[in-house]
């Protein structure tokens, strides 16, 4: 069974950090392009960043370029946001998402399989 869960969210002050992780099992995760969306209270679920199979290629919204940071361990099939610098609007339901067989993409319909997701909350 392909799951996803993802852990680390929390609540931060503004100019703060967290990293949250995104957990694999029951396929094999490097197969796989990871993504991380988000999506704040009233608003349409957002794309943050991704990372291909391999790790070699990243691609992030201009929102977090230069403050969030995504990053992958195969070996441990899981997957990484670091996100510094964080600011109120950061403030959201973080998910991660697998594509099997797309590539790096900013569009939620190329992904398969997501997590539950978890809350970040960042205070001014």
């Known amino acids: 069974q392909v799951q996803l869960v993802e852990s680390g969210g929390g609540l931060v002050q503004a100019g703060g950090s967290l990293r949250l992780s995104c957990a694999a099992s029951?396929?094999?995760?490097?197969?796989?392009?990871v993504g991380w969306f988000r999506q704040a209270p009233g608003k349409e679920r957002e794309f943050v960043g991704t990372?291909?199979?391999?790790?070699?290629?990243?691609y992030y919204d201009d929102s977090v370029k230069g403050r969030f940071t995504v990053s992958r361990d195969n070996a441990r099939n899981t997957a990484y946001l670091q996100m510094n610098s964080l600011k109120p609007e950061d403030t959201a339901v973080y998910y991660c998402?697998?594509?099997?067989?797309?590539?790096?993409?900013?569009?939620?319909?190329?992904?398969?399989?997501w997590g539950q997701g978890t809350q970040v909350t960042v205070s001014s």
């Open positions: 990372i291909s199979r391999s790790g070699d290629n990243l």
């Open positions: 998402a697998a594509s099997r067989y797309g590539g790096v993409a900013s569009t939620a319909s190329t992904y398969d399989y």
């Open positions: 029951g396929w094999t995760f490097s197969n796989y392009v």
